[in-house]
């Protein structure tokens, strides 16, 4: 089956640092989100991105799916970003989710 | 419009006892996913449903589990003889029937099982 990769597993930054989170999959996807797990356990949905660039806010998100990894842009960070952020894939010809390990993020004030 | 509801949030049991997790899809959703997260996990996929059939259940184990989305009610995800391994959380999700490719998935906030 296809497989995501998250990078880094682990960041933490100060409070209005920017950051990158990278997601690379094996495989052709039809779809891609990214999701926030937030310390409660909810998952918030970020971005519905198979391709292109989106933005919201202090977020954006870009696919390259002819080169099967998508970035996730964070920019002047708030402690209330912290959680794990979930890249998340549907495989070709399935309509299953596959998630990444995440990326754990920590913004201390 | 109200998002996609799960009950109950917390659900305690004991090994050999009977877990059931209800979901009922955002409105106008006819797709329903079952995933699990186990502690310091990421989400693994279990079961695939849309009105009265299950379309994909590549990911769920083979005994003690069963899933349901009836014409009626919510979708039911049912756990028989619990064991301590099925201590997890159960999130269900949904999505729109739209005949494009159009498939985001919504997420609920999710039940967590504890077997004692």
């Known amino acids: 089956g296809i497989q995501v990769e998250q990078s880094p597993p682990d960041l933490i930054l100060q409070e209005g640092a920017n950051s990158t989170l990278r997601c690379n999959f094996s495989?052709?996807?039809?779809?891609l989100q990214w999701f926030h797990q937030n310390p409660w356990g909810q998952l918030i949905n970020l971005f519905y991105?198979?391709?292109g660039t989106k933005q919201n806010g202090r977020l954006s998100a870009t696919t390259v799916a002819t080169e099967r990894y998508s970035l996730l842009y964070i920019s002047s960070s708030q402690t209330t970003d912290s959680g794990v952020y979930f890249c998340a894939v549907e495989e070709t010809g399935f309509q299953k989710l596959v998630f990444g390990t995440g990326t754990r993020l920590l913004v201390s004030p | 419009n109200a998002g996609v509801m799960q009950n109950p949030r917390h659900l305690v049991r004991r090994r050999g006892q009977e877990a059931r997790l209800r979901c009922s899809p955002m409105k106008g959703h006819s797709h329903v996913y079952w995933y699990r997260q186990l502690p310091e996990e990421g989400l693994k996929f279990m079961v695939y449903l849309q009105k009265e059939n299950i379309i994909d259940e590549s990911g769920m184990p083979k005994e003690r589990f069963s899933a349901e989305f009836p014409k009626e009610g919510p979708s039911i995800l049912r756990i028989q003889q619990v064991v301590r391994g099925d201590s997890a959380a159960y999130f269900c999700?949904?999505?729109?029937?739209?005949?494009?490719?159009?498939?985001?998935?919504?997420f609920g906030p999710g039940t967590r099982l504890t077997v004692l």
């Open positions: 495989d052709s996807v039809n779809n």
């Open positions: 991105i198979p391709s």
């Open positions: 999700a949904s999505s729109p029937s739209t005949g494009s490719s159009y498939n985001e998935q919504f």
